[in-house]
């Protein structure tokens, strides 16, 4: 043995043949053997598919053709071997090709059906268990501000047919302080997203700005600190607004309200909630059509809860990629409502 071979080892590999591939080469082997297993699922479960539902249409011959072609391909899975089961691959498509072609799917077609699995997939989802809203007003700041996308839980108080106002399935109702999306009760065409302040059967009024639940007034407290928020105005100019900030409790809620000292207090007699409807309120209860001012919700419009606030972009010049990017309000991701 030489001074170098003593110093290095032996660098051969097993059975002292060819030092061991680098990482790079390996990679592709894998990569290799990664995309003939995948080729080898697909083409079995075809081979499988078409003689199972055609084998009626297929001389005994060819059946038993494609049956030894599938099993070489079984067997390549097994034996590991990527170039064997490789051929074992072609051999099969070969076959297909030439024997079952009237029976395979083009590839458009493959593509078509798995479009369409993935849309009615999207379709169940969004029908029964969650769906995305834009927030388009100011009514809840401060809870949710315009530009947030939040995603809804559909199936929170119970299930409907898609599309309509009837429940399949109720098992669970509204709170106090639930964050609720329903259609508007004057044009169900239109949703709206408030917060629940009263349930059925409930006496709801407010006095001074106060609300009053039962009777009894419901705990807030001051934020001793400056507030101030800014809409843009229907001519896309800001409209600033100085307010003040409450921490308001709602049943088991803790959640923040906003009020503007300039507007006169709003007042609302009090009122019982009929059966089977919720009373509802904006946090920004100065600037807020809610059913102070147009009644109570039905349970039957109630859409389901708010969940996650999931993307929030402010207002931005058009055609300015860096002020788009700027209005992203990246704290707000992945915030839960509350």
């Not at 290799?32 to 249409?57: S, T, V, W």
């Not at 409450?246 to 609302?268: N, R, S």
């Amino acid at each position: 043995m030489s001074a170098s071979q003593g110093d290095l080892g032996d660098t051969r590999g097993p059975g002292g043949g060819e030092p061991p591939a680098g990482f790079l080469a390996w990679w592709r082997r894998r990569s290799a053997a990664r995309r003939a297993n995948l080729e080898a699922r697909h083409l079995l479960k075809e081979a499988r598919r078409i003689l199972k539902r055609k084998g009626e249409q297929i001389p005994a011959a060819v059946a038993a053709t494609v049956r030894a072609a599938v099993q070489a391909v079984a067997d390549g899975v097994a034996s590991g071997d990527t170039e064997r089961l490789r051929k074992a691959n072609v051999a099969l498509d070969e076959v297909m090709d030439d024997h079952l072609a009237f029976a395979r799917k083009s590839t458009l077609r493959e593509y078509a059906e798995s479009i369409g699995v993935a849309i009615a997939v999207a379709l169940l989802l969004r029908a029964f268990v969650v769906e995305a809203f834009q927030i388009p007003s100011g009514s809840m700041i401060p809870t949710l501000e315009v530009g947030d996308h939040i995603f809804v839980s559909k199936f929170s108080y119970g299930l409907s047919i898609p599309f309509t106002d009837t429940k399949i399935l109720q098992y669970g109702t509204p709170q106090r302080g639930d964050v609720i999306v329903f259609k508007f009760p004057q044009d169900t065409s239109t949703d709206y997203i408030k917060r629940v302040v009263g349930l059925p059967g409930d006496t709801v009024e407010t006095r001074n700005n106060q609300l009053y639940v039962n009777g009894r007034e419901i705990h807030r407290e001051r934020v001793p600190k400056s507030c101030h928020y800014s809409e843009a105005s229907s001519a896309g100019v800001p409209d600033d607004h100085d307010c003040e900030r409450w921490v308001e409790t709602l049943g088991d809620k803790v959640h923040d309200t906003i009020l503007e000292p300039a507007h006169p207090a709003q007042d609302h007699p009090r009122q019982v909630i009929p059966p089977g409807e919720v009373f509802v309120m904006g946090d920004n209860r100065d600037n807020s059509y809610d059913s102070r001012k147009w009644g109570t919700v039905k349970m039957n419009l109630i859409k389901g809860r708010a969940l996650i606030i999931w993307w929030s972009r402010g207002n931005s010049a058009p055609w300015d990629p860096s002020g788009w990017l700027h209005a992203i309000r990246w704290r707000r991701f992945f915030t839960v409502v509350r």
